[in-house]
């Protein structure tokens, strides 16, 4: 069945690695880029340094695990509010696995979130650790990639 609403998302990458001799051997270009999107901000993106990429960029994996993130932190939040949990902290340290295969290639094989919540008051605590379960279900990033997505929640609160 189709979805009711469609959202169609774009975005622009510019290669900026190429040192004079593009890619005439693995060794002679960097893997440097710079992804955009109207009125953003510039990420200034690579490969992870494993792969010949620059430590002080982005890397795809990277980006892939701070979206499962982002998008759990933007799904908790909307259902905290509609389920009367006044959250006034969160920090998640998130960490995400990846395996590489004999081919060269490879996959994600979990990504756990730490999400670290603070609520307003202690009657709001328990409902706070259950409402991650509804957020995963609704995040779009998660419910998009092949590899189970963990939550490692705690919650305490203000002033205690």
Known sequence: MPSARQHTYRTELVWTG?????TDTYRSYRRTHEVTVPGAPVIAG????????????????????????????????HVCA?????????TDRAEGTMGETPDGGGHFTEAVLRPAVEV??????????????????LCFIANSVNFPVRHEATVSVSGE
């Open 18 to 22: 190429n040192l004079g001799t593009g």
């Open 46 to 77: 690579s490969a992870d340094p494993h792969f010949r990429g620059d430590a002080d960029r982005w890397n795809p994996e990277q980006m892939l695990l701070a979206s499962l993130s982002q998008c759990h932190l933007l799904s908790y939040l």
């Open 82 to 90: 509609v389920n009367g949990v006044v959250v006034t902290g969160y």
């Open 120 to 137: 307003a008051s202690p009657d709001m605590a328990e409902k706070a650790l259950a409402l991650h379960a509804r957020a995963h279900d």
